[in-house]
């Protein structure tokens, strides 16, 4: 998923204490299973759209070909913060 061991540890904590993802640690305790409960379930679907819509208007403000460039190497932005920024408030 691209997400250091640490931050994905504390996201799905707090995940998990809103009801929004289950766990459970199999007998050896070397991994543990994630899964939407259907709480998340539920708030996957009602933030959705809103999520798509954000990503269609940074698409759209974005020059030809640069939305790709983010979309497949997250780490291009950090790159170029200044050129990024200055694409979106195009």
Do not use: I, Y
């Amino acid at each position: 998923m691209g997400l250091e061991r640490t931050t994905l540890t504390r996201v799905a904590a707090v995940l998990t204490r809103k009801g929004l993802l289950g766990s459970a640690r199999p007998s050896d305790g070397r991994e543990r299973r994630l899964e939407v409960t259907a709480a998340g379930l539920d708030s996957l679907a009602r933030a959705l759209p809103a999520w798509r819509a954000a990503q269609a208007e940074a698409e759209r403000r974005l020059q030809t070909g640069a939305w790709r460039v983010l979309a497949l190497q997250p780490s291009a932005a950090g790159d170029r913060p200044a050129t990024a920024a200055a694409e979106l408030r195009n």
